[in-house]
Nanobody, 115 residues
Framework: QVQLVESGGGLVQPGGSLELSCAAS????????MGWYRQAPGKERELVAT???????NYADSVKGRFTISRDNAKKMVFLQMRSLKPEDTAVYYC?????????WGQGTQVTVSS
């Protein structure tokens, strides 16, 4: 069983920066995708960014140029560096891990962008 624990959320002013971290524990297949999704109140969960174990990335158009996803495969961690944050980035951010063993989600961390 894989468990994911996110950290790093909080309150930040518009234009500010924040970094999220996600640590995975348990058995993870070497070929996998880790990433970040978010869900704002009253909206569906949406993709933010993903990264394969090989380093291929995928970003939502709304965050391209502002967010950067990275991984430390040895530590089974994924990070999301968020810059130039906007109020519309406010959401609960979830870490996701997917491999041939299954799909796993973290419990989420709140990011609030407000002055």
């Amino acid at each position: 069983q894989v468990q994911l624990v996110e950290s790093g959320g909080g309150l930040v002013q518009p234009g500010g920066s924040l970094e999220l971290s996600c640590a995975a524990s348990g058995s993870i297949f070497s070929i996998n995708v880790m990433g970040w999704y978010r869900q704002a109140p009253g909206k569906e969960r949406e993709l933010v960014a993903t990264m394969t174990n090989g380093g291929n990335t995928n970003y939502a158009d709304s965050v391209k140029g502002r967010f950067t996803i990275s991984r430390d495969n040895a530590k089974k961690m994924v990070f999301l560096q968020m810059r130039s944050l906007k109020p519309e980035d406010t959401a609960v951010y979830y870490c996701k891990q997917a491999d041939r063993g299954g799909i796993y989600w973290g419990q989420g961390t709140q990011v609030t962008v407000s002055s």
